[in-house]
């Protein structure tokens, strides 16, 4: 099983990155993929999850009306569009995937230990 993240890098507040996250390894399709990002000193946190059908997807408050989290699974991707920008948004991405095709609370996407399978992360600098 591999995660594999890109796109992060260095950018202004305001500005925008699109993140990728190629997976295989298992039944892509199968699974409900999230975000998660990690500050320095932080604990890792929730930023926005998509089920595996594409049929719904969460977002953490701070994230709301500026992310937005979708799915090929034609090409085993997820793709997080980060736009406008805070340097409070400055960590480590992850992305992840949980076994989906069942019932889950929103709760339930916000825990990190639900996830079964994780990528290595990429670094995400927003200056101000």
């Known amino acids: 099983v ?23 390894g298992f039944t892509f399709s199968s699974y409900d993929m ?3 990002r990690q500050a320095p000193g932080k604990e890792r946190e929730f930023a926005a999850t998509i089920r595996w059908s594409a049929d719904r997807t969460y977002y953490a ?5 500026r992310f937005t989290i979708s ?32 019932y889950k609370s929103s709760q ?4 990190p230990n639900e996830y079964d399978y994780w990528g290595q992360g990429t670094q995400v600098t927003v200056s101000s």
């Open 71 to 102: 799915r090929d699974n034609a090409k085993n991707t997820v793709f997080l569009q980060m736009n406008s920008l805070k340097p409070e948004d400055t960590a480590v991405y992850y992305c992840a995937a949980d076994l989906g095709r069942y």
């Open 61 to 65: 408050d701070d994230v709301k009306g």
């Open 34 to 36: 999230g975000w998660f």
């Open 2 to 24: 591999q995660l594999q993240a890109s796109g992060g890098g260095l950018v202004q507040a305001g500005g925008s990155l699109r993140l990728s996250c190629a997976a295989s």
């Open 108 to 111: 339930y996407y916000l825990r």
